[in-house]
């Protein structure tokens, strides 16, 4: 019997917002386990600069400038690929973005920019990634990034939760259509994990005490803690995984 394999050797992985934060060490670690990477980022100086640095550590890095938001630019970032010759067969749809604000203080424009980029991205690069792996007939990964507020609510971040909980539900709805197609589509939800973007929450004493007392591994996670899950669904071990949310979140959701 031919044992479990995590390696992605002659795979190509695309990581949207992979310049930085949680979606450069999602890169890095997909390269770890043999991937090629198609890097991508809205700047792109910012993602030439990430780009040469894992070229440095011996990776096969293409780079990709696109905005997530923009239907138009990620259809031509796709065609672009294929007349280079390059096809997607791991797709981590990780970009997004934070606003914090009281519901009665949002404006519709703050709604439809976290909304467009934490979960119409999602759809329309994985729309993308899914037409060419379906013509392709080898089926293919997609890894949709969502949160603790795909399951769980919190005040002042509203457009978050309802685009998180939409990356749950649009993960079951690609796993409906696209799944008799050789294609797995599952989703992350970290906990609360030490980033660039939780600066300041992980500054905060009284943030910080509550995190560490909510949660049962008593401590923020890493980076690091939630790469393991991200080769696991990108590789052949998760094959008959589908459709589901995996919490990488030190115990949060599993508590009162």
């Known amino acids: 019997m031919a044992g479990i394999s995590f390696d992605l050797s002659g795979r190509v992985a695309m990581v949207t917002g992979s310049a ?11 390269a770890e ?22 070229r440095a550590k011996g990776y096969t890095v293409h780079e990709a400038a696109f905005d997530v938001t923009d239907e138009a630019a990620i259809e031509a970032a796709f065609a672009q690929l294929d007349a280079n010759g390059i096809e997607v067969h791991i797709l981590v749809n990780n970009a997004g973005i934070q606003l914090r604000k009281p519901i009665v203080e949002l404006t519709l424009a703050d709604w439809n920019k976290v909304i467009a980029t934490n979960l119409s991205s999602a759809f329309i690069v994985a729309r993308e990634a899914a037409k060419r792996m379906i013509a392709r007939g080898s089926g293919g990964k997609i890894i949709n990034i969502g949160s ?4 769980l609510a919190r ?9 998180k909980g939409g990356i749950r539900m649009l993960t079951r709805a690609m796993t409906a ?36 007392s909510r949660t049962p591994a008593k401590r923020w996670g890493t980076p690091d803690d939630i790469v393991g899950t991200v080769v696991y669904l990108a590789g052949p071990a998760s094959d008959f995984v589908n459709g589901q949310i995996i919490y990488v979140d030190g115990g949060i959701t599993a508590v009162l």
């Open 20 to 30: 930085a934060g949680l979606g450069n060490r999602y890169a890095e670690g997909l």
């Open 33 to 54: 386990a043999g991937a090629a990477l198609v890097m991508n980022d809205i700047d792109a100086n910012r993602l030439a600069k990430a780009a040469a640095e894992l």
């Open 148 to 151: 603790l507020t795909s399951e």
């Open 155 to 163: 005040a002042t971040v509203a457009p978050y939760t309802a685009a």
């Open 177 to 212: 259509e696209w799944a008799d197609k050789g294609i797995t589509i599952n989703a992350i939800g970290p906990g609360y994990i030490v980033t660039e973007m939780n600066k300041a929450l992980t500054a905060n004493a009284t943030f910080d005490s509550w995190v560490k």
